[in-house]
């Protein structure tokens, strides 16, 4: 067995600031389908949150059919057009270099298998620079249920050390599957909000995580 621990890390807002990318497709669905006036302040409130959820609230009304179909139509204009705009989160390529040294490293993440290898692209992220990568269409219920850590924790035969995340759904998750936890202020939600969570740490951004680790 590999003498590595693992640690899984958040996408968005945690590796990559991916807001425009999200926002844009969200706002092309939402007007396809008919709603109209959301702003990208009030999109970008429930940015960590399982993708349903999220359509079921930017859609008041709307059945399961309908917020699939959101879901769907969103996926498909962020792999062709605004993938582009996702950006990486500043020193996380020399914090990944410096994790891998002791650490295997997962992605898990709430956005769907295909939109996550866009967003990488996107951003210029090598995905070679990960063990795993898990969307949330790869498993049954994602974060903050915590099916992604558990089954990074099988496919890979490691217990995960820590989950690091920009939301309170990945604290939660963390919770959940008996991991540390680990917050990040790159996201939407403020120290005293993930502190809420009780996560063992909040740090400013990925690129301080090598440091508290002591890498």
Known sequence: MDKKKLICLDLDNTLILSDKSHVEAYSYAL????????????????FGRPKLEIAEILMPGSNLIE????IRMHNRYLIHFSYKYAKKI?????ALKRLK????IAILSNTEQGSVMYLLKGSKLDPKLFDL???SDKVKHSK?????ILKAKKLLKHKPEYMV????????AARKAKVKGIGVLTGHYSKTVLMKHKPAAVLKSI?????FLKI
């Open 31 to 46: 007007k396809k389908l008919g709603y109209n006036g959301c702003d990208e302040r009030h999109i970008v409130k429930f």
């Open 67 to 70: 917020r699939k179909e959101l």
């Open 90 to 94: 500043s020193g996380v390529e020399n």
């Open 101 to 104: 040294k002791k650490y295997l």
């Open 133 to 135: 990568i898990i969307g």
């Open 144 to 148: 903050p249920y915590p099916d992604e």
């Open 165 to 172: 995340g920009d939301s309170v759904y990945d604290i939660i």
């Open 207 to 211: 690129r301080e995580l090598p440091r």
